[in-house]
């Protein structure tokens, strides 16, 4: 039903590798988000793009770093992965226009080991 | 601190009862909105209500709106196993960014 995807679903990785998670939207909004959130806790949004060439942090400092070439890509990496990176990463969407809410994505369950 | 605050935290009742959730938030919005994550998984949209509205419908979730209290709440009647969720209000201000609550964990038992 969603028509943003999330790659990978689940990743383990060791302390210090660089890593991407992928995000990619059908719907050509040009509105996307990142949302870092532990297991059974609220959500807090990491970084958010309006557009092409347009990003900015967050409300919760993120070690991560976000770039939008392309309307549907925004893609998020972490240079030097570390266990306290350990959480879900979820992307989502946005058309503020259509009075509709955000399309999350699956989302990615990290672990840094 | 986060915009929005559930309660409660955590309710389990039995197939076919009533659900109700509340939430509060502490400033002025453009639209609040709720959602259901199944366990491990992406948000769902289940509801938006603007700020000018003060009741609206979805099958069978029922949202109220008080600016005056900063609080909604959400109904869900007729319960059923699959309802089994947590759901997180989440409020919109001018600059299109959802801020999430902590989240009510709902346990319908059949």
């Known amino acids: 039903e969603a028509d943003i995807y999330q790659t990978p679903r689940y990743l383990v990785i060791g302390t210090g590798k660089k890593i991407t998670l992928e995000c990619s939207q059908t719907m050509g909004h040009d509105k996307m988000y990142w949302y870092q959130q532990d297991p059974g806790m609220e959500l807090h949004l990491i970084h958010y793009s309006y557009g092409v060439n347009s990003t900015e942090k967050g409300d919760l400092s993120s070690e991560s770093t976000v770039s939008r070439i392309r309307t549907e890509h925004f893609p998020l990496t972490l240079e030097s992965a570390r266990p306290s990176h350990t959480s879900q990463y979820l992307c989502?969407?946005?058309?503020?226009?259509?009075?509709?809410?955000?399309?999350f994505g699956s989302g990615t369950r990290l672990t840094v080991v | 601190s986060q915009q929005g605050e559930e309660d409660p935290q955590a309710l389990s009742i039995q197939e076919g009862e009533n659900a109700t959730m509340n939430c509060s938030y502490k400033?002025?919005?453009?639209?609040l909105q709720w959602y259901r994550q199944n366990s491990g998984r992406g948000l769902v949209h289940l509801i938006l209500?603007?700020?000018?509205?003060r009741e609206k419908h979805s099958g069978r979730l029922r949202v109220t709106l008080d600016t005056s209290k900063k609080s909604s709440s959400l109904l869900i009647t007729a319960s059923r196993a699959a309802d089994t969720a947590s759901y997180f209000c989440?409020?919109?201000?001018?600059?299109?960014?959802?801020?999430f609550g902590k989240g009510t964990l709902l346990t319908v038992n059949p």
């Open positions: 209500i603007r700020s000018n509205e």
């Open positions: 989440a409020t919109v201000r001018s600059n299109y960014k959802l801020t």
């Open positions: 989502a969407s946005s058309d503020p226009g259509r009075g509709d809410g955000y399309t």
């Open positions: 400033t002025s919005i453009n639209n």
